[in-house]
């Protein structure tokens, strides 16, 4: 089969995406081809609630490892207005579906009514390894604030509590550095079903979050 030109990929592209002309012009085959590898690759089915973490620094560091475990979405509720730090973001937050919760027990009903497994980091009785969790499985990861840990309402809902096991004088890691050890357990699990190497969005919502990309870049 022959092989097509650069010019050729990118007609494909916007073929099957369906995208409109003038935003594919406006960026370099090199930067389209990144978006596309980059939503070809999202894991649906695997999402993150910062339930009330309001330290800027620990919200940056936690979009920056969402974005590169590539999760579906990415959820957060405050009591205070949190800015995120770019230096640690890295723009990272510009590449993610983001959103703001508001009534916590709706957004768990609704959850669950889409057949998530909640899966909270909470020291109970019954919280297990965090490596014991089949995250291929769709699923929410919740973490709570620095102080207090997760709230009253995702004791509630929680399906499973999981605990990262220390073996030194600490009892606890740091909230961000928890987040990423639990997104890279996901991501291990997932590559090693082979759930990188194939699309799980639909062509539809490849194409529409393409569009909405390139016009921002065109717009910039």
Do not use: C
Not at 178 to 207: D, H, M, N
């Amino acid at each position: 089969m022959k092989e097509l030109n650069l010019e050729e990929k990118v007609a494909e592209i916007a073929q099957k995406y369906n995208l409109p002309a003038e935003l594919v012009k406006g960026v370099t085959p090199k930067r389209l081809f990144r978006m596309v590898e980059v939503l070809e690759r999202r894991q649906k089915g695997l999402q993150f609630f910062m339930d009330y973490v309001y330290s800027h620094h620990n919200l940056s560091a936690i979009v920056r490892s969402g974005d590169a475990v590539n999760i579906e979405k990415l959820y957060y509720r405050h009591q205070t207005r949190t800015k995120l730090n770019s230096q640690v973001t890295m723009g990272a937050e510009r590449w993610l579906f983001i959103e703001q919760v508001e009534e916590i027990e709706e957004f768990y009903r609704q959850k669950k009514g889409e057949g998530f497994q909640i899966v909270s980091t909470d020291l109970t009785s019954r919280s297990i390894d965090f490596r014991e969790v089949d995250y291929t499985r769709p699923t929410l990861i919740v973490v709570g604030n620095e102080v207090d840990g997760v709230s009253p309402e995702t004791r509630k809902w929680a399906d499973i509590n999981v605990i990262i096991p220390m073996y030194g004088m600490s009892q606890s890691l740091n909230v961000s550095v928890a987040s990423a050890v639990l997104l890279y357990e996901a991501q291990r699990q997932r590559a090693e079903k082979g759930l990188y190497t194939r699309p799980l969005l639909s062509p539809e919502e490849i194409g529409a979050t393409l569009s909405r990309w390139l016009e921002r870049e065109v717009k910039g």
